[in-house]
């Protein structure tokens, strides 16, 4: 810039061209910066423990451990992970080195969630996918869906009691749509499907407006039906960002000592597609009784 001292006349044209070059030269900065990259589409991804004969097991995802100890009847923290397919895979707590008890490739779509969960079959340990749809309620209203997770157990019907049938015909390993339901207290009746044979009684579930929920039906350690409801969602303004169910243990993401993962923390663009919800660290409320026999 040594040329602008060369003299009054030349600093006084210089000053005079000013208010035409700012234009031209923000303009040409402009253009010239390098545009910064959009995030990258993701999504949502926790484990439910639903193999009653299982012990406690550790969830790793493309090779990497985020989610440990994870026990029976627990689902852990939803893991925000790049949209697209990972490969899932389970091994027993605390033994990196242990093959894989479970593992499967699968698809995590952009701005929503899925459960990755661990079922019993009749020929052992399998992984079930659920879609969990994540979605807002209508006003005063909460969705709550059932995952029938029981193996060996034949199809079930969800009724409230002395009220109308909630679900019908559930089979073995399927999970209902999510259905708008008024926030309240309700008891409710796991039936033998098409009869009103009572296996479960799930008495003063509570819901509360604005809220997402699942309701999984398991095979307890005892062999008798048991239920865990498990919280989804609650609206409030942010994204979701947790998952542990009070009163069912669960883990928070752990990243690899090696590799700490991008996905864990919570991106911009999940923030804005996720506003008005979030996974709060307590359980919908139930007191289960069994009926005699």
Known sequence: MSWIRRGRGVAVTVALGVGALASTGAATASASRPK???PAPSGWVRFGHFAPAQAPVDLYVDGNEVATNVAFKTVSSYLNVPAGTHTFSVKPASQPDAPDLL?????VPADNAETIAAVTTRDGLAVQVYDDALASP???EALVRFIHSAPDVAAVDIAVTDGPVIAAAIPYPSATPYQAIAAGTYNVEVREAGTTNVVVKVAGWSIAAGVQS????VKGL???LDVVPVLDAA???AAPVGGVQTGYGGMAPKPSSSQRWPFLAVPVLL???FAGWRLRRRATSATLVRTPG
Not at 103 to 107: R, T, Y
Not at 214 to 217: E, H, Q, T
Request: no cysteine.
């Open 36 to 38: 910064e990259d959009a």
């Open 214 to 217: 699942s309701i999984i039906i």
């Open 103 to 107: 593992s499967v490739e699968a698809g």
């Open 138 to 140: 209508p006003p005063g």
């Open 271 to 273: 923030a804005a597609a």
């Open 222 to 224: 005892d062999g008798n």
């Open 235 to 237: 609206a409030v303004s």
